[in-house]
């Protein structure tokens, strides 16, 4: 087996786990206020990364975790899961996956925007395409509009603002570090959400019990798995695997909230995932190309 066969199978893995994450969260999120499922997600992932990072001699109490990059993705970080997670209890399942699947593109625009990186007229066509995906699925000034999808379009920008300052942290800064930074970031981000809401900490019914430690093993693994894959196999042939979640959300919504989506979200669906991944194949081509001049020729 392949490294990038391996890691394209651990994304799979990892886009599952995701999947089965978000409806043990949705239904968290509906029983619970779902600030008070952030601070108590966050505190104890926080703690199992944290115990994880300490074994591999990664500091999480440190300077470091202060500077622009960290606490900008920090900050996103939490930012971003206060809308999704206040999303989930109020919008579908499968649309607000759909809607997810936008934040490659938006990374992409972000990063041509703010970090400079070249993207040609043919990738901020796929862009144009992809938003034109989204507006498909909400549908704007109709009867079918759902206003909660905002929340999740605003998630995704927030998200890439995550992912790119990820590219400015220290390539010396572990993986388990950040992943512990952002669940700690959760915390006081549940708190704020209760505080906006004026609820206080609910008592926790046994019968949830099973959603919350459902909701952060599938997290605890999904961010394993995803962590393994773009280490072991190549980003541009992995990446394009993230859109598996939104089949694996399709298919648990209609098993376990009996989601039919309509012909109007395959449509925007579509065109989000075939412009996505046009981009990731125009990026790989790309780097295939810059490669190539810079090898000496024989």
């Given at each position: 087996?392949t490294?990038?066969?391996?890691?394209?199978?651990?994304?799979l893995?990892?886009?599952?786990?995701?999947a089965?994450?978000?409806?043990?969260?949705?239904?968290?999120?509906?029983?619970?206020?779902?600030?008070?499922?952030?601070?108590?997600?966050?505190?104890?992932g926080?703690?199992?990364?944290?115990?994880?990072?300490a074994?591999?001699?990664?500091?999480?109490?440190?300077?470091?975790?202060?500077?622009?990059?960290a606490?900008?993705?920090?900050?996103s970080?939490?930012?971003?899961?206060?809308?999704?997670?206040?999303?989930?209890?109020?919008?579908?399942?499968?649309?607000?996956a759909a809607?997810?699947?936008?934040?490659?593109?938006?990374?992409?625009?972000?990063a041509?925007?703010?970090?400079?990186e070249?993207?040609?007229?043919?990738?901020?066509?796929?862009?144009?395409?992809?938003?034109?995906g989204?507006?498909i699925?909400?549908?704007?000034?109709?009867?079918?509009?759902?206003?909660?999808?905002?929340?999740?379009?605003?998630?995704v920008?927030?998200?890439?603002?995550?992912?790119?300052?990820?590219?400015?942290?220290?390539?010396?800064?572990?993986?388990?570090?950040?992943?512990?930074?952002?669940?700690?970031?959760?915390?006081?981000a549940?708190?704020?959400?209760?505080?906006?809401?004026?609820?206080?900490?609910?008592?926790?019914?046994p019968?949830?019990?099973?959603d919350?430690?459902?909701?952060?093993?599938?997290?605890?693994?999904g961010y394993?798995?995803?962590?393994?894959?773009?280490?072991?196999?190549?980003?541009?042939?992995?990446?394009?695997?993230?859109y598996?979640?939104?089949?694996?959300?399709v298919?648990?919504?209609?098993?376990?909230f009996?989601?039919?989506?309509?012909?109007?979200?395959?449509?925007?669906?579509?065109?989000?995932?075939?412009?996505?991944?046009?981009t990731?194949?125009r990026e790989?081509?790309?780097?295939?190309?810059?490669?190539s001049?810079?090898l000496?020729?024989?």
């Open positions: 087996m490294d990038n066969t391996r890691a394209s199978l651990l994304m893995g990892s886009m599952g786990a995701f089965f994450e978000d409806v043990f969260l949705k239904r968290a999120a509906t029983a619970l206020h779902p600030g008070q499922v952030m601070v108590m997600i966050g505190f104890v926080a703690l199992c990364f944290w115990a994880v990072a074994a591999q001699g990664q500091p999480i109490l440190t300077r470091r975790a202060f500077s622009r990059a606490l900008i993705r920090s900050l970080e939490a930012g971003a899961s206060m809308l999704y997670i206040t999303a989930l209890a109020l919008l579908p399942l499968s649309i607000n809607l997810l699947q936008a934040s490659p593109l938006v990374v992409t625009m972000g041509a925007i703010f970090l400079r070249p993207v040609g007229w043919r990738r901020w066509s796929a862009i144009l395409v992809g938003f034109a989204v507006l699925i909400l549908r704007p000034g109709s009867e079918g509009f759902q206003a909660a999808g905002l929340l999740t379009l605003a998630c920008f927030i998200l890439a603002a995550r992912d790119l300052s990820t590219r400015m942290m220290p390539a010396d800064i572990g993986t388990f570090q950040l992943t512990t930074w952002a669940y700690l970031a959760l915390v006081p549940g708190f704020a959400l209760m505080y906006l809401g004026d609820v206080q900490i609910m008592p926790v019914d019968s949830h019990w099973g919350l430690i459902g909701a952060l093993l599938t997290g605890l693994v394993w798995a995803v962590t393994a894959a773009m280490r072991v196999g190549d980003v541009s042939f992995v990446a394009p695997f993230r598996s979640r939104l089949v694996f959300a298919i648990l919504a209609a098993i376990v009996g989601e039919r989506p309509d012909l109007w979200m395959y449509i925007g669906s579509t065109l989000i995932i075939g412009s996505g991944l046009y990731f194949a790989r081509a790309l780097r295939r190309t810059t490669l001049k810079t000496p020729q024989a």
